[in-house]
């Protein structure tokens, strides 16, 4: 045993166990980060995602609508290209109220609107998530979207990818 490792932890008198440990955990991290970020990423496909953002006055309604008038791209707020804006569909919020009978009802707001954002992008499929960039696109996911004159805060509705986003 005292040719293989000497007094000093050192294998042949060469290298020290702990190093060697060491460096083979950072290696096996490294390589279990590398496989776990990427995956069948060569294949580009489009990809159709649909934003709901909650709650905006008439002037967010404007801003948006000016975006697909413009065909603006959209970005993330840490700067990834989203995609083109095709489609805003405002809606009123609606409210709920007590009516003089005692029941509640829901009412359309006067002020405040609901707005679907459909943008259509090009991402790809990587462990069976779709990403549009480093982002993966997943239905109940809070992302800030950021255009010509906007940022506004979405959660992802509806995600397509390959044939069916191309609709």
């Known amino acids: 045993m005292s040719r293989f490792i000497d007094e000093r932890g050192r294998i042949f ?6 190093d060697l440990l060491v460096l083979l955990v950072i290696a096996a991290v490294v390589v279990f980060a590398v496989a776990r970020t ?3 990423s060569s294949k580009t496909i489009p990809v159709r995602v649909t934003y709901t953002v909650e709650e905006v006055r008439q002037a967010t309604v404007d801003a948006l609508v000016k975006a697909v008038k413009a065909e ?4 993330d707020d840490g700067g990834t290209v989203l995609g083109e804006v095709v489609s805003v569909t ?3 919020t609606l409210e709920e109220f007590l009516t003089p009978e005692g029941e509640l009802k829901a009412f359309g707001s006067p002020v405040f609107s609901d707005v679907a954002v459909e943008v259509l992008g090009s991402g790809n499929i990587a462990n069976s998530t779709v990403r549009i960039g480093s982002v993966p696109m997943r239905v109940g996911k809070k992302v800030t979207l950021v255009g010509p004159g906007f940022e506004v805060s979405t959660v992802i509705l ?4 390959g044939a069916e986003a191309d609709q």
């Open 158 to 161: 509806m995600v397509e990818s």
């Open 72 to 75: 603006a791209v959209v970005r």
């Open 90 to 92: 405002p809606s009123p």
């Open 38 to 40: 990427t995956g069948d």
């Open 13 to 18: 008198g060469k290298v020290n166990i702990v």
